[in-house]
């Protein structure tokens, strides 16, 4: 499956940002979906994910208060939303597929997109 992410640039501390990403070569619907990110000197992180019907979400304990994942399978998309930025989100977010949960928060997702830029200021 083939994954593209849009929606990254730079927000100031406070706002709000959607990021989008694409989905394609594959039966979306039958995909975990999730976001990552990787700040300045930092490695990869899991971020959220979403169960390939949308009825069940994950994140990671730092992000569940500021963070919404959400999917349209009709679209074959996946979004991610996070609210009250701070600089610290200043990251490469990534979207990534695979087929089951533990692949995407514990093994690794076998599929990658390319990564989308956030910088918050301050």
């Known amino acids: 499956v083939q994954l593209q992410a849009v929606g990254g640039g730079l927000v100031q501390a406070g706002g709000s940002l959607r990021l989008s990403c694409v989905a394609s070569g594959r039966t979306f619907s039958n995909y975990v979906m999730g976001w990552f990110r990787q700040a300045p000197g930092k490695e990869r992180a899991f971020v959220a994910a979403i169960s390939p019907s949308g009825d069940r979400t994950y994140y990671a304990n730092s992000m569940t208060v500021r963070t919404t994942i959400s999917r349209d399978n009709a679209k074959n998309k996946v979004y991610l939303q996070i609210s009250s930025l701070k600089p610290e989100d200043t990251a490469i977010y990534y979207c990534?597929?695979?087929?089951?949960?533990?692949?995407?928060?514990?093994?690794?997702?076998?599929?990658w997109g390319q990564g989308t830029q956030v910088t918050v200021s301050s």
């Open positions: 990534a597929a695979d087929e089951t949960i533990s692949a995407m928060t514990s093994l690794g997702p076998g599929y």
